[in-house]
């Protein structure tokens, strides 16, 4: 069974770049027809997606946020991160990992970011 878990600083001030991280266990972000994604959903709004790396490596961006946001991995230690730069409190988010083959089948539960000075 595939889990999810992130990691990450629950306060960052503004205009730093905030960097979470996801450990995969039970399976390898490396199997074929497997992307591997980052979702947040600010309070009182509907969840946003924001990235995503496939098995290759190969990265996929929300339009919106492709100038502040870089996602990369880890293949030795079957992790793979989120990074957003500049963030403000429109940032302010719970931030989940999330994988799957067809659609977000598996995620993990979610960690609470801040972004307040």
């Known amino acids: 069974q595939v889990q999810l878990q992130e990691s990450g600083p629950g306060l960052v001030k503004p205009s730093e770049t905030l960097s979470l991280t996801c450990t995969v266990s039970?399976?390898?972000?490396?199997?074929?027809?497997?992307?591997w994604g980052w979702i947040r959903q600010p309070p009182g709004k509907e969840p946003e997606w924001m990235g995503a790396?496939?098995?290759?490596?190969?990265?996929y961006y929300n339009p919106s946020l492709k100038s502040r946001t870089s996602i990369s991995r880890d293949t030795s230690k079957n992790q793979f991160t989120l990074q957003l730069s500049s963030v403000a409190p429109r940032d302010t988010a719970v931030y989940y990992c999330?994988?799957?083959?067809?659609?977000?089948?598996?995620w993990g539960q979610g960690t609470q970011v801040t972004v307040s000075s």
């Open positions: 999330a994988g799957g083959s067809q659609g977000w089948s598996t």
């Open positions: 039970g399976g390898s972000i490396t199997t074929n027809s497997v992307v």
């Open positions: 790396i496939d098995a290759s490596g190969t990265t």
